[in-house]
Structure formats: structure tokens, C-alpha cells
């Protein structure tokens, strides 16, 4: 008998008879004996819906009201996989966020979970119901409805694994796991069984479409162990944990890539300190992201070369702020938009010697150019011009033995 957190996302419970669907294997669970909170998202794309209507009324839509609005969309998935639940002969109970509680901090429509009242629910669950708990949501310390950030159905999951203390937490989701690349683009992808939190988190334009990434940053610092899982197949599914836990036989466990990535090159800045700081307080400020960062080695001790990466979206406002700052002097400002980083990830290659250049000698050998290079522990990733983007992929999924 076990405590399991079981988390049911949007396709999912999509429709009444996906929801008939989700109640028989909440059913098959509860039937091991096995003590069962139950976290819902709401149907697909209602949260979507709820926020166009809200629009449709005003862009500036008060937050407070708004929060309102959005939980509303886990309330029916709560009652409808209860009632369905109850139709099986299961005893079950949804338990609104107001009614655990579910405490939450942080601004409106941009909460985060901080604790939940144990009592109820584990008095439930030990007398053998399924407590079904609605994702996404709590309430402040002043009693407002809270909601925590889109995808945050993850992150409720993950929450009531730690604080509960259960034995597992299952995602169930419409992948039926995380993938050694896109296996829309790449059919050769295979599903990845066990891979680390770190892994997950770096193959996150892989495995952002799995689970939020903040939600696996939480079970990192924890140590909850998580397994994705399609609800649509029987098949087992990714399990992600401490990478201790793992034996890597392969250096490179997956090839992750993101298109809407733009360059940018600073020539001639001056080489004396605070000047990165400079160049990028402004656009920090701006909310901008920075990804990669490669600064030259400077030749004559006076001036240096800075390139750096950000999300496409944002190129011509960076361009902008970095003609407008003063504090900074160069001779030229450079920038490709239609380029594209390709990372390989693996906590294997610590120990594997070697791996770097056979993966600049694989792009060498399709004749790929290399504009900037980047590298952590478990990771390198290079920036490519966009087209070269899926046959790279392809090209080092296969040197890498993934295929
Ligand atoms: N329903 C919310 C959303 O669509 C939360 C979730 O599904 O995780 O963002
Ligand atoms: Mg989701």
C-alpha cells in the first residue's frame, strides 16, 4: 500500500468520457489499496477560455477577480472526476483550495504554494476515500483565491508530494514520456526511462511540454521523485530523479533545440570593468533574458568582443536599449535573427572524455558553422544558423547513439 500524488493535466480530462477514463485508473490505483490525492487540471484549453473572456471585458482585467475566474476551471474537473468516482462505487471527495487550505503568497494570478492543512485530507484518505484536490490555485493569508502561473497544476502536484510526504508522484499527461529529441521532427527519438532532474531541466524545450519546469526545480530541491506517464497507453513512462539514483550508460541522453533564438555581437567594447554590467543591467531591467555569453579574449588589452543570445522576440527591443545606453562605448553592433541553439545534455559526460569535439566534428561534417559555442557541466550548446536546425539534431542524435 502506498501514498501517491496522482495528477491528471488538461487533455486528460478533456472531455466526460477522457474524465470516465481518468476515474477507472484512479479506480485500478485505489483498488491495490493504495491511499490516493487526486490533482486536477482544468479541461483543455478552458483556462485559455476563461482568460478571452475576461478580455473581452477589459485588458486590464482586476487580478483579484481574475483569480477567480481562472480556479473556477479546476472546480469542474474536481466535481466531474469525484461524480465520476462516485458512479464506479469509489468513494471520493473533491477539497476546494479554501477548504484544505491551500496557502499561498505572492501577488494575484502570480502566487506560489507555501503550505496546506494536512488534517483533512489524511483523515480521508486513511478512512479509504480519494481525496481529489483542485490544481493551480490556494488562497492568501487574507483569504483571496489565488492562482500560481500557467502549467502551475504541476507545481500543486509536486507541493502536496512534499507536504503530504507521499511515495510517489505520477504525472498523467497526453506524451507518454520525455523524449531523446522531438519525436514529431525526429521520428528516431526514442522515450527516455530514467533521466535526471538536472537533465530534465536543461531538455527543457523538450520536456517543457512534459511538466513545468518550476515544478521539477521544486522536486529537484526536494528530492520527490516524479513519473510522467501517458494516460492514454499503458506504457511505462520517464522517471525523474536524483542523478545519483541513476547509471549512465551513455554520455548523451538527449538533443534539445530552440528556433527563436537571436545573436547579437558588440565589437571593439571597451575591455575595463563594469562594462558587462553595464551592458546588460538596462536589459535585465527590461526583462529581457540573456542566454548564452561569450566574451573574446581581448588582443591589445583595450577592447574586446561581447556576443550574446536572446529570445527572438526580444531582439529589436534590446537593439534599441543598447543604442540608447551611454555607459557603454564599441565600435559595432552586429545581430542575426534567424539562428538557433542546439544543446546535447547528459549527466553522463562528466565521465566521458571526448565528447566535444566529436560533437563540433559531426556539425563540421555536414557543414555546419558554428557562431557561438557554450558548455556547463551536463551540457553544450552552440548557435547555428536556423535552417541546419532538425538536420543537426538528426546528425547528433545519431553520432550520440540515441537513434
Ligand atoms: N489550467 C491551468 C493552465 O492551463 C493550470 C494547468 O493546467 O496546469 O495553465
Ligand atoms: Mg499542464
Redesign the pocket.
Known amino acids: 500500500m502506498k501514498k501517491k500524488v496522482i495528477k491528471f ?2 487533455t486528460s480530462v478533456g472531455s466526460i468520457e477522457r474524465i470516465m477514463h481518468a476515474a477507472k485508473i484512479i479506480q485500478e490505483e485505489s483498488n491495490k489499496g493504495n491511499k490516493l490525492i487526486v490533482v486536477v ?2 479541461m483543455a484549453g478552458k ?1 485559455s477560455e476563461l482568460i478571452s473572456m475576461s478580455k473581452q471585458i477589459s485588458n486590464k482585467f482586476v487580478k483579484r477577480e481574475l483569480d477567480v475566474l481562472l480556479s473556477t ?2 472546480q469542474v474537473s474536481c466535481a466531474l472526476i469525484s461524480g465520476a468516482l462516485n458512479e464506479l462505487g469509489i468513494k471520493a471527495q473533491s477539497f476546494m483550495n479554501w477548504q484544505i487550505p491551500i496557502l499561498t503568497d505572492g501577488d494575484h494570478n502570480n502566487s506560489r504554494i507555501i503550505n496546506m492543512n494536512t488534517t483533512k485530507i489524511n483523515d480521508y484518505i486513511t478512512n479509504g476515500g480519494v481525496a481529489i484536490v483542485p ?2 490555485q490556494g488562497i492568501s493569508k487574507l483569504g483571496e483565491v489565488t492562482t500560481i502561473g ?5 507545481a500543486t502536484a509536486v507541493a502536496i508530494a512534499k507536504i503530504f510526504d507521499t511515495d510517489s508522484c505520477e504525472i498523467y499527461t497526453d506524451v507518454d514520456g520525455v523524449y531523446s529529441t522531438d519525436p514529431n521532427k525526429i521520428p528516431v527519438a526514442k522515450k527516455i526511462d530514467k533521466i535526471s532532474y538536472e537533465e530534465m531541466l536543461e531538455l527543457s524545450s523538450l520536456g517543457a511540454k512534459v511538466m513545468q519546469s518550476s515544478a521539477v526545480q521544486t522536486a529537484m530541491i526536494y528530492e520527490i521523485p516524479l513519473q510522467v506517464r501517458s494516460t492514454f497507453t499503458d506504457r511505462p513512462g520517464t522517471k525523474i530523479f536524483s542523478k545519483n539514483n541513476l547509471d549512465y550508460t551513455k554520455a548523451v541522453t538527449g538533443v534539445a533545440y530552440s528556433k527563436d533564438e537571436a545573436k547579437i555581437t558588440l565589437q571593439d567594447v571597451e575591455d575595463k570593468p563594469g562594462i558587462a554590467a553595464e551592458i546588460f543591467e538596462p536589459l535585465g531591467k527590461n526583462q529581457i533574458n540573456i542566454d548564452m555569453v561569450i566574451q573574446n579574449v581581448s588582443s591589445d588589452g583595450k577592447t574586446t568582443d561581447i556576443t550574446f543570445t536572446v529570445k527572438r522576440d526580444d531582439l529589436d527591443k534590446s537593439l534599441n536599449i543598447l543604442k540608447k545606453n551611454k555607459q557603454i562605448r564599441y565600435k559595432n553592433l552586429s545581430f542575426k535573427s534567424n539562428v538557433s541553439k542546439i544543446s546535447i545534455v547528459g549527466a553522463g559526460m562528466v565521465t566521458t572524455p571526448g565528447i566535444t569535439y566529436k560533437m563540433f566534428r559531426a556539425l563540421a561534417e555536414e557543414k555546419i558553422n558554428i557562431l557561438a559555442i557554450s558548455t556547463s557541466e551536463i551540457k553544450i550548446s552552440v548557435i547555428i544558423e536556423e535552417k541546419f536546425t532538425v538536420e543537426a539534431a538528426k546528425k547528433l542524435h545519431s553520432i550520440f547513439n540515441l537513434d
Open positions: 493535466g488538461g487540471s482544468a483556462t476551471g479546476e490544481g493551480y500557467r502549467g502551475g497544476s504541476d
